[in-house]
Structure formats: C-alpha cells, structure tokens
C-alpha cells in the first residue's frame, strides 16, 4: 500500500524543498540576533540607529522610484500564500483518497469503492481549479514578478502529478471492470456447470443482459457529455439517425433531461436485439433449428456452456472471426455510427479495426463486448430451450400492465399515475414455456403525449 502512494510523497516533500530553496520576494532577511564578538552595549546601540536610518532613507528612495511597487507584491505574495497552503491541502487530500481507494481493493468492497473514487476524482477536480485560478488570477503572467518563478515551480510537479494520477486512475478502471466481469462470471458459474438449459437459467443471464447495457449506456453517456454535446437534441438525433428509429421511438422529445439514459438504452437494445429471433441473428443464412431442431438446441447448449466462462476479449484475440466475433462487429457498428464514433473518440480508427475484422482493446470496446456476450448467450440459451421462449416488446401508447412491463422510473409509494401509457420500450420481454415473465421494461409518459 505504502508503495501506491509513496510518489505523492515524494512529491510534497520536492514542493517543500522547492519553497524553502526559492525565497519569494519581498521577504527579509533574518534580522541580525547575535552580537559581534567585543561590541560593547553602546556600539551596538549605535550600529542599530545607523542601520535604521540607511533602511529609511532606502525606503524613501524605493518609494520615490517605484511607487506603489511593493504594496502590489505584499498582496501578490499573500495570494501566493493562500494559494500554495490550498494546493498542498488537496495533494494530501488527494493522497488520502487514493489510499482509501487502495484499501477498498483488499479486501474487495464495491462500497467503498464508488465512495473512494468519487472522492479522488473530487480531489483531483479541485486541483485542476487550481491551477486554473492559478492561471487566470495572472500570479504567473510576468516573469518580471519575482514571485512568478518559484510558484510556478512549485505547481509544475501537482500537474505532473495529476497527470499520472489520470492515467493510474484508467488503468485501475479498466483493471476493476475485468475483475467485475470475472466476479459476474464466478458468481453464476460457481454452483458448477448447468446440466440442462431452464427458463430460471434464462431470467439469470437476462438480468446480466441488463445490467451490462445499463453500463455501455453509462459510458456513451459519460463521452457525450465530455464532448459538450446537447443530450437532448443528441439522444433525438440518434433515434432518427435512419434504420427507420423514428417509427420506433417517436416519444424521445418528451423524454425528462434526467431519463435521457433511459432513451439512449432503448436505442443501444433496439440495435443489439435486432434479429434475436433469428438462429444467427442474420449472419448466415441457416436452417439447421428448422431442419435438425435437437441437434441444434444441443449445440446451442454446448456452445453457452463452453462461452461463459471465457473473457470475451481473450477469445476473439485468438478467433477474431469467429461466429460471436462477426455478431459483435456487425452490433458494434450498428450502434455506434461514424460521425458518433468521430466526435467521441476523435477518429474513426475503431470502426476500421472492426471493418477490417480485429476488436479493439481499449475499456470501451471492452465494456461493449460484455453487452455482446450477454446478449450472445442468452440467443443460446433461448435456442436450447424446448419451447423457445417468445419475444415481444410493448409498443407506443400501450397501456401499462405491470404483469408484462416494468417502469424503468420509479414513482412515489409504488404507484403509477392514472392515464399514463407506454412512451417507449427500453428492453424486451420473454414469455418462458413454463408460463413465467420476463417483463419489458418501458418508460412512461402520460397519454396526451404516449398517443
């Protein structure tokens, strides 16, 4: 743990020595405390009143030619002050943060987890504005103030700082998410292997089908607003950015600010659920379920048992063309289009890899792959189950019946208000052959604009 952090450390104690080795200016000299050896009482007395009288004299001259010079540099030299006490208090806050995050690794605590990195990314935020006001209060504008130099060397090394604490904190996102996917992964392979497919096993993986658009969801959400677009007007554009999505999702405009996510989920589950009824999701042009329908459920099963376990990106490193590999290309790049992919990533080199046939490997296309797999495996398991399950999705200005849907917002008490309908569908439903639901999930709206 000591080793995680012992670069803040050092950091501080630089910042330190750089103070003390840079004097600002303005500042005096140590005042003069030990007699000279044989001054008598009286020699003493008298080298004083000299002295003093030679500083007032040069302070009348200082005054004289430089006016109001030094009251601006005793101001300019408290500001620093402030400054530099502030800068130190959030790189120990920031140092203090960064241990709890350490902490909350071992043992692993997903509390603590979002608690710590919150507050590190806190921290970090209240450094960069910082540095700002730094910036734009002019302390470092002129390199004529004496008091320029020294300030400006002791931020240099916090931004340094700030910098490699970025890059650790992505390494240590990327790093918790594989780890949230082996956990996700042991959690349901724990109990052994599943020896036949059963409609609990299918509401098990359509819970991890969920969760993981949730979070692609999140991320695309979290890169829009980094790119300052309109969420609004962007979430709308994406809708009806062709394939017919308007006739899909008409209500979009009514969507709150806040449920902005909601609309953007349906989206990125209308593309990746398109041709779920299909045996290859339209990749190859197979009959086998029709022709051979035993085998293929037996297929399927074998092949959802082999998958789950594996790491996504580990497999179509080593089989990038792989039927799960061309089903995650082609969803890859139906969701994200080119001038999406263009203003969130700065380029397009994404969609190359993928139209040339490789996966990328950064936390993004990782954080998609894990939507694929989930989806992928539960088309498996909806094949290997005898009857298959029957999909639906509640259409616009439906009624709401809670025994098929489930309201992705929730409403004070439990109770939904009266002449409220289906804006639209967030995800899908499945009727399993044992009679039980796997309710869609839809946003309401009420009915003067559901219909």
């Avoid at 990533?345 to 694929?372: C, I, K, S, T, W």
């Amino acid at each position: 743990m000591a080793n995680k952090v012992a670069h803040v450390s050092d950091l501080i104690h630089r910042v330190a020595c750089s103070c003390l080795t840079h004097h600002l200016a303005g500042a005096y000299g140590l005042e003069r405390c030990d007699r000279v050896d044989g001054e008598t009482e009286e020699e003493e007395d008298a080298v004083e009143e000299e002295e003093e009288e030679k500083e007032e004299n040069g302070l009348k001259i200082w005054e004289e030619e430089k006016g109001a010079v030094p009251a601006r540099v005793s101001v300019s030299v408290r500001e620093m002050e402030t400054l530099m006490g502030e800068v130190f208090d959030a790189v120990s806050a920031v140092k203090r943060a960064y241990v709890s995050l350490q902490e909350a690794h071992c043992p692993w605590d997903p509390d603590k987890m979002r608690v710590a990195d919150a507050a590190v990314v806190a921290e970090l935020r209240r450094l960069g504005r910082l540095r700002d006001r730094f910036r734009r209060t002019g302390l470092g504008a002129s390199a004529a103030t004496a008091t320029a130099t020294p300030l400006r060397e002791a931020v240099a090394p916090y931004e340094a700082a700030l910098d490699d604490l970025k890059k650790e904190l992505k390494a240590k996102d990327a790093e918790v998410e594989s780890l949230k996917e082996k956990l996700r992964s042991t959690s349901i392979c724990g109990s052994g292997a599943p020896a036949m497919p059963t409609p609990e096993l299918f509401e098990t993986y359509m819970e991890q089908v969920k969760s993981a658009s949730k979070s692609i969801t999140a991320h695309l959400l979290s890169r829009m607003r980094s790119a300052r677009w309109d969420i609004a007007a962007t979430v709308r554009s994406i809708i009806e950015g062709g394939d017919g999505a308007t006739d899909h999702n008409p209500a979009i405009a009514q969507v709150d600010p806040h449920h902005a996510k909601h609309a953007l989920e349906s989206y990125v589950n209308w593309k990746v659920f398109h041709g779920f009824e299909n045996e290859t999701f339209y990749i190859e042009g197979s009959l086998t379920s029709l022709l051979r329908p035993a085998e293929f459920r037996n297929d399927c099963f074998s092949q959802f048992k082999d998958m789950r376990g594996m790491d996504p990106a580990e497999l179509l490193g080593v089989l990038p063309t792989c039927q799960f590999g061309r089903f995650a290309a082609k969803k890859y790049l139906a969701i994200v289009h080119p001038k999406m992919e263009e203003s969130l990533f700065g380029d397009v080199e994404q969609r190359r890899q993928v139209m040339a046939g490789a996966h990328p490997r950064n936390g993004f296309y990782r954080e998609f792959l894990r939507l694929a797999k989930a989806v992928w495996l539960l088309h498996l398991l909806a094949f290997a189950l005898d009857p298959a399950p029957n999909h639906f999705e509640a259409t616009k200005g439906a009624e709401f019946h809670p025994e098929y849907m489930e309201s992705v917002v929730r409403f004070a008490d439990g109770r939904f208000p009266a002449g409220w309908v289906v804006g639209f569908s967030v995800s899908p439903g499945f009727k399993l052959g044992n009679g039980s639901m796997v309710r869609a999930r839809v946003y309401l709206v009420p009915r003067a604009h559901g219909v």
